[in-house]
T-cell receptor, first 113, second 116 residues
Framework: ETGVTQTPRHLVMGMTNKKSLKCEQH?????MYWYKQSAKKPLELMFV???????ENNSVPSRFSPECPNSSHLFLHLHTLQPEDSALYLC????????????FGPGTRLLVL | AQTVTQSQPEMSVQEAETVTLSCTYD???????LFWYKQPPSRQMILVIR??????QNATENRFSVNFQKAAKSFSLKISDSQLGDAAMYFC?????????????FGKGTKLTVNP
């Protein structure tokens, strides 16, 4: 699968670090998403971008800061995270906001020490 | 709010046999999408099959088919001729087609083991 790529695949960071997750989609889609997948919990939508504009923010703490410079790239900037933020972070994209099929990247496994 | 329930945390099947994974959902909407996604140990979330609620015909994709019962709000996945590569977590998901939310609502998943 090369449609949606994410880097890095694994990340270990301390609570005072600043890091960024990157997502890139090669599908010509206009909508991109960040999800969080924690153990024993369903996937949680964090952010939605449509044509580089944030259209949904599901009560995510401000220590997570998304950025969408263009329709192909999505970043998640991380700052002063907590150990409970350790999870798999998945990026997805869809043709547009109305087209229901979302295609996922391989995820970034984040561990906060 | 919509909810998705997968009542089977784990299932197992013998290679070459058939297995059915259950999913029920709750919604007051009439127009929506339903999906099954597969997440193998590599963690990549892969789309298996998609159903649009307005379509009465059950979706099929090769060895994968669904039994969509709209009135019962049931959306089960049948895997025929199971293969070792089918072993994964399977997630049922719901998405509204009505304006205002792009959110996929996921169930908690079913872990499928395929025994040789």
């Amino acid at each position: 699968e090369t449609g949606v790529t994410q880097t890095p695949r694994h990340l270990v960071m301390g609570m005072t670090n600043k890091k960024s997750l990157k997502c890139e989609q090669h599908l010509g889609h206009n909508a991109m998403y960040w999800y969080k997948q924690s153990a024993k919990k369903p996937l949680e939508l964090m952010f939605v971008y449509s044509l580089e504009e944030r259209v949904e923010n599901n009560s995510v703490p401000s220590r997570f800061s998304p950025e969408c410079p263009n329709s192909s790239h999505l970043f998640l900037h991380l700052h002063t995270l907590q150990p409970e933020d350790s999870a798999l972070y998945l990026c997805a994209s869809s043709l547009n906001r109305r087209e229901g099929t979302q295609y996922f990247g391989p995820g970034t496994r984040l561990l906060v020490l | 709010a919509q909810t998705v329930t997968q009542s089977q945390p784990e299932m197992s099947v013998q290679e070459a046999e058939t297995v059915t994974l259950s999913c029920t959902y709750d919604t007051s909407e009439s127009d929506y999408y339903l999906f099954w996604y597969k997440q193998p140990p590599s963690r990549q979330m892969i789309l298996v099959i998609r159903q649009e609620a307005y379509k009465q015909q059950n979706a099929t994709e090769n060895r994968f088919s669904v039994n969509f019962q709209k009135a019962a709000k049931s959306f089960s996945l049948k895997i025929s001729d199971s293969q070792l590569g089918d072993a994964a977590m399977y997630f049922c998901a719901y998405r509204s087609r009505q304006g205002g939310s792009e959110k996929l609502v996921f169930g908690k998943g079913t872990k499928l083991t395929v025994n040789p």
